[in-house]
């Protein structure tokens, strides 16, 4: 299977795959709308092969959450937006 997840990790209970993407300048189009359609669907398909790594009855009750950060490396220093639950299973 292709591609990458840039960070999993736990939130309380939520299991959370996240994207994330950095740029250098602010301009028309932010940061998060990199992550289109395909690679929103790559990181279904890819959390979706992570999560048959557990038990069958516990991947069942195991809530997953799609997150996207936004890096702005800018001169004035590094801002940082978060989008939790920026999109869904489908």
């Keep these: 299977m292709r591609g990458d997840v840039d960070l999993i990790g736990w939130e309380g209970d939520w299991l959370c795959f996240v994207e994330v993407k950095t740029r250098t300048v602010r301009d028309m189009t932010p940061a998060e709308s990199a992550v289109d359609k395909d690679k929103q669907e790559m990181l279904r398909r890819l959390a979706r092969a992570y999560l048959r790594a557990f038990p069958e ?11 996207v950060v936004s890096v702005y490396l ?16 489908r």
């Design 57 to 67: 009855e516990k991947r069942r009750q195991i809530p997953v959450r799609f997150d």
């Design 74 to 89: 800018l001169e004035s220093g590094a801002e940082f937006e978060v989008f939790r639950g920026a999109f869904q299973w």
